[in-house]
């Protein structure tokens, strides 16, 4: 007789409410409010019998999964099966699954059962995404598809995901993938790849006539195979492909606010920062040691530290903070605001009535300066970065008040006659955040900006990526684009302080 035949019906209502599910007559599975608890008596009964039933042994709470680490659930013919991520080692989690013999009779509870443990276990996250993956084969190391088939793909597919995996074949092709994307056919991108990828589709949707639609409705995520991996840092918090899997399988769309840069005449747009001086130059211009992985930034920084390297250029910006105390006070207001539960509903009410991409409120940097912007010196530039996104790779918290969607960039400057203590200081207090009140680091939260070189070459990076060493203008759109991430908001990294 099975467990289920002994208990009253006041008792089976019971156990539902409290989300207690009792298979093999001695298994107890118990969901609370963070975790399903497993207490699996049967070999506590074994033992009991050989003791002659003098012993009771006391009920074991012999295991408990957090509610975030459940995958999937299920009942199959003769058994219910819960595939859940463990943590393997520090860094990673692999599938396993539990599976407990089922009877006929305990089949319609154990179905409920299932579907109360999945919606506690997803929460307002979507179940089984539907995942169009994008992987750069050259990506990083040139491990990406290796990467995705031993840590994401058992991930996916415990959490029954469909994947729609394509390989990216040449410097492009993901933006002509998501230019022509059925995007009803999918809810997130996912890039197995460094930051290049995810940059290419951004602007692959946003050149689509339907463009504001296609940026609301399709979120972009990132398998971290590069060496920065900054989207993946700020979504997930994490350098790891199996965690930001989980990550990507449990994750909440969130509005993210894009960047227009024009150039000449064209118009492309960017996700995570913008650079001239010695960080595009570190990022771009130390390819050739790219084997280094992402000590290689390091490397280059440290070199045209010591040289004192400016780049003379003309900033103007367009500042709506222009203090610290303020900005501080700003990301203290936006983090703690109510969720507007309708960000969503609003963003498509916008695309239904203006499909394209938003006009340029500022022109191009073709246009004359609009009044009212701050012109910055930069004869003596050493560093101007600006950034859309907190983290630019692992343990650099470069913009540690950056928020994904309020409309705002924010733009640093650092002269480069700073010293090279004060620069080496700067550089070692970043994975503290205690840069960020430094008298030298100039910072400003801004909507706009324009920089036109003085020099004839040199980099400037935008997401990582090349553009030509030439006057650009960059122009923030409010909640443009999408992204999953674990809370709705950008990783705990340190805020400002
Ligand atoms: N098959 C391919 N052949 C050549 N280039 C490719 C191919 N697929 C993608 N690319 C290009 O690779 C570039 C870099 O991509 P990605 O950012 O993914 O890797 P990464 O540069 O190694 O990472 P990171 O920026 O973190 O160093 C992108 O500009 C993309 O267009």
Redesign the pocket.
């Known amino acids: 007789m099975s467990s289920q035949d002994d208990l009253s019906q006041e008792q089976e209502q019971e156990q539902e409410q409290h989300g207690t599910l009792i298979v093999d007559q001695s298994v107890s599975l118990t969901i609370s409010a963070d975790s399903l608890l497993i207490l699996d008596d049967r070999r506590d009964r074994k033992i009991d019998r050989s003791c002659c039933g003098l012993l009771q042994p006391k009920p074991e709470l012999n295991h408990a999964i957090s509610l975030y680490n459940i995958l999937g659930a299920e009942v199959t013919a003769s058994n219910l099966v819960i595939a859940y991520a463990q943590y393997a080692a520090k860094d990673d989690v692999s599938v396993t699954t539990v599976q407990y013999p089922i009877s006929e009779k305990e089949k319609k509870a154990a179905e409920t059962w299932v579907q109360q443990l999945l919606d506690m276990a997803y929460g307002k996250a979507l179940r089984g995404k539907r995942l169009k993956i994008l992987i750069?084969?050259?990506?990083?190391k040139g491990a990406a598809a290796s990467l995705y088939q031993r840590y994401a793909a058992p991930v996916f597919a415990a959490a029954k995901c469909q994947v729609d995996v394509q390989?990216?074949?040449?410097?492009?092709?993901?933006i002509e993938i998501a230019e022509n994307l059925d995007i009803d056919a999918y809810d997130a991108v996912v890039?197995c790849?460094?930051?290049?990828?995810p940059y290419?589709v951004f602007n692959g949707l946003g050149k689509r006539p339907d463009a504001r639609k296609a940026l609301a409705q399709t979120a972009v995520a990132l398998l971290p195979c590069?060496?920065?991996?900054g989207l993946t840092w700020n979504a997930f918090g994490t350098g790891s492909v199996s965690i930001a899997a989980l990550a990507i399988v449990k994750g909440l769309r969130t509005p993210l606010d894009l960047v227009s840069i024009s150039q000449k005449d064209s118009r492309t747009l960017s996700f995570l920062s913008q650079s001239f001086g010695i960080v595009a130059e570190c990022d771009l211009g130390t390819e050739n040691i790219r084997w280094m992985g992402a000590q290689r930034f390091t490397y280059g920084f440290l070199v045209r530290l010591i040289r004192q390297t400016i780049w003379p250029c003309d900033i103007a910006i367009k500042v709506e903070i222009g203090d610290k105390e303020r900005i501080k006070e700003h990301y203290a207001a936006w983090t703690t605001r109510p969720q507007d539960l309708d960000a969503d509903t609003k963003r498509f009410e916008i695309a239904a009535k203006s499909p394209g991409l938003p006009e340029l409120k500022y022109g191009t940097v073709t246009d004359e300066l609009p009044q009212g912007w701050e012109v910055v010196s930069g004869e003596t530039m050493g560093n101007f970065y600006a950034g859309n996104m907190a983290i630019m790779s692992k343990d650099t918290n470069m913009f540690p008040a950056t928020l994904p969607d309020d409309g705002l960039m924010d733009v640093v400057t650092i002269d480069g006659k700073v010293s090279r203590g004060t620069a080496l200081s700067m550089m070692n207090e970043i994975p503290s955040g205690r840069f960020f009140d430094m008298p030298d680091l100039n910072l400003r939260k801004a909507s706009a900006f324009r920089l036109v070189p003085h020099q004839k070459e040199g980099y400037i990076s935008i997401d990582?990526?090349r553009i030509p060493f030439e006057a650009f203008q960059a122009e923030v759109h409010q909640a443009l684009g999408t992204i999953l991430t674990k809370s709705g908001r950008f990783y705990e990294a340190e805020g400002p302080r």
């Open positions: 750069n084969p050259f990506g990083g390989s990216t074949e040449y410097r492009g092709h993901a890039c790849s460094g930051d290049g990828l290419e590069g060496s920065g991996n990582g990526e």
